[in-house]
T-cell receptor, first 116, second 116 residues
Framework: DAGVIQSPRHEVTEMGQEVTLRCKPISGHNSLFWYRQTMMRGLELLIYFNNNVPIDDSGMPEDRFSAKMPNASFSTLKIQPSEPRDSAVYFC??????????????FGPGTRLTVL | GNSVTQMEGPVTLSEEAFLTINCTYTATGYPSLFWYVQYPGEGLQLLLKATKADDKGSNKGFEATYRKETTSFHLEKGSVQVSDSAVYFCALSESGRGSTLGRLYFGRGTQLTVWP
């Protein structure tokens, strides 16, 4: 079975440019999460969706960040304009949202973003 | 609120040594508890979990017991291998009802290096 798919795996861009990260969750999963991982701040939840609807975006750093989930099989995280402090590894994860909160999240391989 | 505190790394051990990584949590309800592992260059993957007090999660020789009285979920392995070198994350998810059900709260991660 294909796991969570993220693209690109690596992105190098210059400050001020727009960056779009993409995620395809596991088929049948109805919750999707975007995380950012840095040495300084560890793993941070940016936003998550249930049934394609954003539930909590309080982790989105600022208005330069936006995320969409137009359908159950695709999500994007956009940074516009990008800044060097956005350099990080961005992970997408998905799960089947059940009734107990004990459901496993499945992570993609991540996108390593470098903003010069 | 919900939070997870795990021991600072890095942890360096020789092969076949005993491993303990401490994890304590603060939660508003009765959370599920998880250990995720991240191998170099990869996303996180579930190692084990426990959903209620006194449950023991186990996988690949690793174990952790959900201790409600001490709000802890320490990870242990009796004999580590070089292939166990990775970053280990303790996490909790909320239980009960509500739209935030299943959101994960992660610790900062503990880097484990095992030498032959």
């Amino acid at each position: 079975d294909a796991g969570v798919i993220q693209s690109p795996r690596h992105e190098v861009t210059e400050m001020g440019q727009e960056v779009t990260l993409r995620c395809k969750p596991i088929s049948g999963h109805n919750s999707l999460f975007w995380y950012r991982q840095t040495m300084m701040r560890g793993l941070e939840l940016l936003i998550y969706f249930n049934n394609n609807v954003p539930i909590d975006d309080s982790g989105m750093p600022e208005d330069r960040f936006s995320a969409k989930m137009p359908n159950a099989s695709f999500s994007t995280l956009k940074i516009q304009p990008s800044e060097p402090r956005d350099s990080a590894v961005y992970f997408c994860a998905s799960r089947i949202r059940g009734q107990t909160g004990a459901d496993t999240q499945y992570f993609g391989p991540g996108t390593r973003l470098t903003v010069l | 609120g919900n939070s997870v505190t795990q021991m600072e790394g890095p942890v360096t051990l020789s092969e076949e040594a005993f491993l303990t990584i401490n994890c304590t949590y603060t939660a508003t309800g009765y959370p599920s508890l998880f250990w995720y592992v991240q191998y170099p260059g990869e996303g996180l993957q579930l190692l084990l979990k426990a959903t209620k007090a006194d449950d023991k999660g186990s996988n690949k020789g690793f174990e952790a017991t959900y201790r409600k009285e001490t709000t802890s979920f320490h990870l242990e392995k009796g004999s580590v291998q070089v292939s166990d070198s990775a970053v280990y994350f303790c996490a909790l998810s909320e239980s009960g009802r509500g739209s935030t059900l299943g959101r994960l709260y992660f610790g900062r991660g503990t880097q484990l290096t095992v030498w032959p």
